[in-house]
């Protein structure tokens, strides 16, 4: 997949609004997309971009400050394990640029992006949900049963908000590689 410099700037501009528009509840009341941006952002952004991921996560940070110091949402995830947000976000991007790599825009390539979206969320969940309850400070006494009680307790909703996103943007995409040829989508052509 190969894009031009303009339509990934033009796709990185959605996402980046995307993600401010959901990462918190004053614009809209949608859930979070932050990590189905950066999954996307890996497979949209990564051939032309080195700043597209530092960019995003500079995002999310400003928008956490934002809205914590300002808006009077809670700082309660605001703790010494949110630096484990930059691998989490880091495996939702290389799992898109991980797509990218093998993308034909053939039916198989739906298959690879359950697989990879599915690998890339479970272990930005597991780098997430872990860090916080163990290293997190807000667990008085953690312990193995309260942790799997408690990765369990999120896991679905953890699951199915980037995967509604992600088939989203993917309806979106199979949209525009089909009925709008005029577009010159550069990544609806097979190699």
């Known amino acids: 997949m190969n894009l031009n410099r303009g339509t990934t700037l033009w796709i990185f501009a959605l996402l980046a609004l995307l993600m401010l528009s959901t990462r918190f509840a004053h614009f809209f009341t949608l859930p979070d997309a932050s990590w189905a ?20 996560m500079l995002e999310a940070v400003a928008i956490d400050f934002i809205v914590t110091r300002h808006l009077g949402i809670s700082d309660y995830c605001i703790t010494p394990a949110y630096a484990f947000l930059v691998p989490a976000h880091a495996a939702l991007w290389y799992g898109g640029v991980w797509l990218r790599r093998g993308y034909h825009h053939e039916p198989a390539d739906l298959l690879r992006l359950v697989i990879s979206a599915g690998l890339a969320v479970n272990f930005a969940y597991l780098l997430s949900n872990s860090s916080f309850y163990w290293l997190g400070g807000r667990i008085s006494a953690p312990n193995w049963a309260q942790y799997l009680d408690n990765y369990a307790r999120y896991y679905a909703n953890f699951q199915i908000v980037p995967a509604g996103y992600l088939a989203l943007i993917a309806l979106l995409h199979g949209v525009a590689a089909h009925y709008l040829p005029a577009l010159r989508l550069p990544w609806v052509q097979k190699r």
């Open 37 to 56: 941006v950066f999954f996307a952002a890996g497979f949209y952004c990564a051939g032309h971009s080195r700043w597209a991921f530092p960019l995003l």
